[in-house]
């Protein structure tokens, strides 16, 4: 499935048909999320109309006031009739008090019960967002930016939460206020409503068209803002580099660039959309100043009481207020379309392809018999890494992959754990296609150390039991005894429960390749991959690891990708690659007879 193509600041322009399509599009699958909470928002429609239409009430009830307070002033002015009665003016003061207090009591239970469900919402949204990137495959995060995604987890579901929690009860308050406002005019006095009405499609025509004009700009303001958090994000975790290289000045500039596009697409979008309250101000006011002057006639000529005009003017500032907050209030769904198009678009991505899991597959009794027959893949379907590569692994062998860089090494053994769809071929483990397995299990009998280590922020003692989670103290001591890296941690202040930072920076990376090292050790799986996994340490230190692997790789499958050629001299089988092809396969020895590619890298190294 192709992804949603944001489109340029050309396009943005001058294609309002598609722009209104992704509009509705995009509204009509965030309705969906919110179907699952249609109690509450029924509820909630229901307490907004409530505390709105009392609301509403009150200018009418006000009218009854002002009439009894007019007709008592004539009456004792003109001397035919008795003083005002001030008890009636307090009795429907009272009700028109208790209606303002009702409706501001319901109003608080409606908004405490809209801001539960948007964030009930927007909790959802982003559990259904990591889940989704477990689900993805590696070639989507290949093309994605880090930053972009991360905005979309964050600055994207944010967008949503506000929208719900102000739009939802601001929408239904300024929906039914027209409608009520409405039927009270009509009630006063039909002619001046008519005169009202006249605002409404000149407002419609005025909202839709600044709409066309400025969704564009929304959906770029988004797409710009997922690049700098991007930028943001490469600048920090690479921010030793950049010192080294002196590319401050580069990263700058690279930074406002698209600050200065985000800049520019902001502006555009909230200047656009903020022109709708001043024209709609005006048009009403305008609309307000004819309506006083029809009124003040009528009042004049006996056509209508001064409470009666009274409350018209307040019902009509109240028919326009409630038609601009809805400018509003579509204004604000312009950019909750575009983040919700963002945040879908991730949703809808393909995921890794999971194939049915068959009885037969004896996923707890695995030797680790490996077989790559006529494999052929590429990252890009016309770009192909691994060209009809073919091997045959027997259980407990050890297997190093050599090659020159590029070769296609690290590409095998992420083919081999189901990382990436081959092209082509098929890849077996005990005689079974690994699409027979479920991801789940077939990693679940992988261990494998990278050359690029990876800690997550917590103590020594969590780090390496994230290689097997149950597994008790003793065990986690003793793997580090294995790695070699037990005494240093002893040595540590804290010991075991010393905690490494956000960067994993203080440790060496020594040290960190070591405790990656030490968690493998605790899976104990059934096939190892180490793909480099003593780049980072001394060489002394290396030969005491190296024992360590022999003893952890005794009986088990292992794949060992190395440079360093005097590290897989013990090898059962060598692979050579090279443009993605196995060129020569052997023992050391047999490859150093042939005097071939082999041999030509040994002998390079020593």
């Not at 009528?298 to 209508?304: F, R, T």
Request: hydrophobic share 45%; aromatic share 8%.
């Amino acid at each position: 499935m192709s992804r949603h193509k944001l489109p340029s600041k050309s396009e943005s322009g001058n294609s309002s048909a598609k722009i209104s399509t992704n509009f509705v599009e995009s509204m009509k699958k965030l309705l969906e999320v919110l179907r699952g909470h249609r109690v509450s928002l029924i509820l909630i429609f229901v307490l907004a109309t409530v505390s709105t239409l009392l609301n509403v009430a009150g200018p009418m009830v006000m009218a009854r006031a002002t009439n009894e307070m007019v007709r008592g002033f004539l009456a004792v002015t003109r001397g035919n009739g008795g003083p005002i009665d001030f008890t009636l003016v307090a009795e429907i003061l009272l009700v028109m008090f208790s209606l303002y207090i009702s409706s501001w009591v319901i109003g608080i239970i409606e908004k405490s019960l809209t801001a539960k469900v948007a964030t009930k919402v927007c909790y959802d949204i982003r559990n259904r967002l990591i889940e989704k990137i477990h689900k993805l495959p590696l070639s989507y995060f290949n093309e994605q930016k880090k930053g972009d995604v991360l905005s979309r987890i964050t600055n994207d579901v944010d967008v949503i939460n506000t929208t719900l929690s102000q739009t939802i009860s601001d929408g239904v308050s300024a929906t039914v206020t027209v409608i009520g406002v409405l039927a009270m005019m009509i009630t006063i006095s039909f002619r001046m409503t008519l005169i009202a009405l006249v605002i409404v499609p000149v407002v419609g025509i005025i909202v839709s068209a600044i709409i066309k004009r400025s969704q564009g700009y929304f959906r770029n303001q988004q797409k710009f803002l997922g690049e700098l958090n991007g930028i943001i994000e490469e600048d920090f975790a690479g921010h030793n580099i950049i010192k080294l290289y002196n590319q401050e000045s580069k990263c700058i500039d690279d930074f406002n660039k698209t600050n200065d596009k985000l800049r520019k697409m902001s502006w555009k979008a909230e200047f656009i959309s903020g022109l709708m309250m001043p024209i709609m101000h005006i048009i009403s006011n305008i609309g307000y100043v004819i309506i006083c002057v029809v009124g003040v006639f009528l009042a004049s000529s006996g056509s209508l009481t001064v409470g009666g005009l009274q409350a018209f003017l307040q019902y009509v500032r109240r028919f326009t207020q409630p038609i601009a907050e809805i400018g509003t209030i579509m204004n604000e769904l312009q950019l909750t379309a575009a983040a919700s198009e963002r945040i879908f678009g991730l949703l809808e991505e393909d995921e890794i392809i999971h194939h049915s899991t068959k009885q037969d597959v004896p996923v707890d009794d695995i030797k680790g018999e490996v077989e790559f027959a006529n494999v052929k893949f590429g990252y890009d379907s016309d770009k192909i890494v691994i060209d009809d590569f073919s091997a045959s692994i027997g259980a407990g062998e050890k297997v190093a992959i050599v090659g020159p860089t590029g070769a296609g090494k690290t590409t095998i053994v992420k083919l081999l754990m189901g990382f990436y769809e081959l092209n082509a071929g098929s890849i077996s483990i005990d005689g079974h296609n690994i699409t027979d397995f479920s991801k789940e299990d077939l990693r679940d009998e992988f261990t494998i150390v990278l050359q690029d280590t990876w800690l997550f922020t917590g103590t020594i003692m969590e780090n390496i039991r994230y290689g097997r989670l149950d597994a008790t103290d003793e065990e986690v001591f003793a793997a580090a005894k294995a790695a070699q890296v037990d005494y240093f941690i002893r040595t540590l202040p804290d010991g075991y429960n010393t905690v490494i930072n956000e960067e994993a920076d203080n440790i060496s990376q020594g040290q960190k390749q070591l405790l990656t090292i030490a968690r493998a050790m605790l899976a104990n799986s059934s096939i190892l991959i180490l793909d480099e996994a003593t780049s980072s340490v001394d060489t002394r230190t290396e030969i005491r690891i190296q024992k360590a692997m022999d003893h952890l790789m005794h009986d088990k499958t292992s794949f060992v990708i190395a440079h360093r050629l005097s590290t897989i001299m013990d090898a059962d089988l060598i692979l050579v690659l090279k443009d993605g092809n196995v060129i020569e396969q052997g023992s050391h020895k047999e490859l150093l007879e042939k005097g071939g590619f082999y041999s030509e890298m040994f002998n390079s190294q020593f």
